[in-house]
């Protein structure tokens, strides 16, 4: 069974950085697209960022601030946020992403870690 389990959450002031990891197994990691969601309370879930064969996009509202990476050796994606703003607190979650060249899907999602930022 795939599973993403995702870490790193936590409270944090405004200013300060949190590392976010996403662990994987039962994943051909590499072939997928790795992205990050958030989903804020009272909100409907965003993308983040997406890194895929090296090219990374990322949301205006944390360009230059958010930084995605992976390493298909340990199967793991990462985001480092900086300089973080209140309106970052939400719920992060990590998601995998294939699609076959017959046009099956594969989509998997983590269990979320909260991210809250607050002075």
């Known amino acids: 069974q795939v599973q993403l389990v995702e870490s790193g959450g936590g409270l944090v002031q405004p200013g300060g950085s949190l590392r976010l990891s996403c662990a994987t197994s039962?994943?051909?990691?590499?072939?997928?697209?790795m992205s990050w969601y958030r989903q804020a309370p009272g909100k409907e879930r965003e993308l983040v960022a997406t890194?895929?064969?090296?090219?990374?996009n990322y949301a205006d509202s944390v360009k230059g601030r958010f930084t995605i990476s992976r390493d298909n050796a340990q199967r793991t994606l990462y985001l480092q946020m900086n300089s973080l703003k209140p309106e970052d607190t939400a719920v992060y979650y990590c998601?995998?992403?294939?699609?076959?060249?017959?046009?099956?899907?594969?989509?998997?999602w983590g269990q979320g870690t909260q991210v809250t930022v607050s002075s």
């Open positions: 998601n995998a992403r294939f699609t076959t060249s017959y046009s099956k899907t594969y989509n998997y």
């Open positions: 039962k994943l051909a990691f590499e072939m997928y697209a």
């Open positions: 890194e895929s064969s090296g090219n990374t």
